[in-house]
């Protein structure tokens, strides 16, 4: 499944990285590698506790570099890469690419209220944010019974909410614990044990949704599961345009 589910994923940005979020420092990232090379030359050599030493700076010069890419890798609000999106095109040309990839075994229900509004987004980030939340989703029902909801709808303003559109990836697997939950977005954390996921692909959703004016959060569901809303501020564009709708899929996991 987890072949199937990942599509090829072809480069949406024009040539050139310039209009991306400026780099914090190319020469924190050099440096973060640095320590990681010269960890790998002496780790062979190191008795055990010098390898816990050098384990630890390793894993956070690591974590660092990832937080550093992750930044780098989403474009910000109002960026050029973003553009005015139809949702249901998206989810549509979306559907079509992980078809094959969702489980025979588990039920899935997508719900699309009419009438969503758009959103100004950067089409491929957000593709690859909301596979990102259905691979676990699918992942978590597993097995025969298992369940999951793809909802759309559009939300009014209240309090400091702005007009935004909802989504919302529901599973009815075994759920997180609150303490997993507050982990969950941290760069490589992954709760599937030996399964070898990178653990970033809710980093990325999180990345896109906060750089796109909106948010992210997971919450557990009753009576088992659990729920990922992600919200995205609504645009007031009067038309959106329909020439650059497609978005291939990379996913980070």
């Known amino acids: 499944m987890k072949r199937q589910f990942q599509s090829s994923f072809r480069d949406m940005m024009p040539a050139g990285t310039s209009s991306v979020t400026p780099l914090p420092s190319t020469e924190d990232l050099t ?55 139809d949702v249901p095109e998206l989810i549509k040309h979306l559907m079509d690419q992980i078809q094959s990839g969702i489980p025979v075994e588990v039920e899935f229900e997508k719900i699309l209220e009419t009438g969503l509004w758009p959103v100004r987004v950067a089409p491929a980030s957000f593709a690859s944010a909301l596979s990102a939340l259905l691979e676990n989703a699918f992942l978590a029902a597993g097995g025969n019974g298992g369940k999951v909801s793809l909802r759309l709808r559009n939300r009014p303003a209240i309090d400091a909410l702005p007009e935004r559109i909802e989504i919302e990836v529901a599973d009815n697997g075994p759920g997180l614990s609150r303490d997993t939950i507050a982990l969950a977005f941290e760069p490589f954390y992954s709760n599937w044990g030996g399964d070898h996921r990178m653990g970033l692909g809710l980093t990325h959703a999180q990345r896109f949704a906060q750089r796109s004016g909106g948010n992210i959060c997971l919450m557990p569901r009753s009576p088992r599961g659990v729920r990922a809303v992600l919200w995205l501020p609504r645009a007031y564009d009067h038309f959106a345009s329909r020439s650059r709708q497609s978005a291939d899929v990379i996913l980070l996991r």
């Open 31 to 85: 440096s973060m590698l640095a320590v990681l090379a010269a960890g790998l030359e002496t780790l062979e050599f190191a008795d055990e506790q010098e390898a816990i030493k050098l384990r630890r700076k390793m894993r956070m010069a690591l974590l660092n570099s990832a937080r550093l890419v992750s930044k780098w890798s989403v474009p910000a609000a109002n960026s050029p890469l973003q553009e005015l999106v």
